[in-house]
């Protein structure tokens, strides 16, 4: 079957940084992606790595092992405008794109 | 501005009602989506449609009715709903239809938010 797991929330400091993780099991895997969702609006495309190793995009940095099935989406220096949900998904080979249920960030001050 | 409008952005319906979703993009896309998001649940995929030929149907119940005319716009016509529809309805596009494994990136609208009375 189809499987990505994510934390339902997550908290953190202003300032800081965090990391927040994807684990998938799919039929295929041809790429994965992030997305930030604000509440009460679209979800925006934050990453794309289809490759193994890091992508580096200003705060936002993505990870992908795709022999171990596992993502991380770091933010760093983080800041107030950052609290949202975070969603992660998974285009199988089937060409579907599978989504997590989303992480909810909160940035506390 | 992601370049993908729906309206209406809030919609209130009995289960007898008959209306519908219009999603418009404007990026030159060839393929466009309807999904559904529930509260605490992943967004699911329903319809796909790819230089105006709908390409998957997710099981998504008759009630739910797409319309493709061109490849910019796309319409999701609703009838006889159910209280358990009620949900944030999403479209999106993409360049090209990610079937073919490219990996498109997909460009969301802000969603209609479906009450269903």
């Known amino acids: 079957g189809q499987n990505i797991d994510q934390p339902t929330e997550m908290t953190a400091t202003e300032g800081a940084i965090v990391q927040i993780n994807c684990t998938y099991q799919t039929s295929g895997f041809n790429g994965l992606f992030w997305y930030q969702q604000h509440a009460g609006e679209a979800p925006t495309f934050l990453s794309y790595?289809?490759?193994?190793g890091l992508e580096e995009k200003g705060r936002f940095s993505s990870f992908l092992s795709r022999s171990k099935g596992y993502s991380y989406l770091l933010l760093k220096e983080l800041q107030m405008k950052d609290s949202a949900s975070y969603l992660c998904?998974?285009?199988?080979?089937?060409?579907?794109?599978?989504f997590g249920q989303g992480t909810e960030l909160s940035v506390k001050p | 501005e992601t370049g993908v409008t729906q309206t209406p952005r809030h919609l209130v319906m009995g289960m007898t009602n008959k209306k519908s979703l219009k999603c418009e993009q404007h990026?030159?896309?060839?393929?466009m989506y309807w999904y559904k998001q529930s509260a605490k649940k992943p967004l699911e995929l329903m319809f796909v449609?790819?230089?105006?030929?709908?390409?998957e149907n997710n099981s998504v119940p008759s009630r739910f009715s797409p319309e493709c005319p061109n490849s910019s716009h796309l319409f999701l016509h609703l009838h006889t709903l159910q209280p358990e529809d009620s949900a944030l309805y999403l479209c999106?596009?993409?360049?090209?239809?990610?079937?073919?494994?490219?990996?498109?990136?997909?460009?969301f609208g802000p969603g209609t938010r479906l009450l269903v009375l």
């Open positions: 790595n289809v490759l193994d």
């Open positions: 998904a998974v285009n199988n080979q089937g060409g579907k794109l599978i």
């Open positions: 990026l030159g896309h060839n393929a």
């Open positions: 449609y790819n230089f105006k030929e709908q390409t």
């Open positions: 999106a596009s993409s360049q090209d239809d990610v079937f073919r494994g490219n990996g498109e990136t997909q460009y």
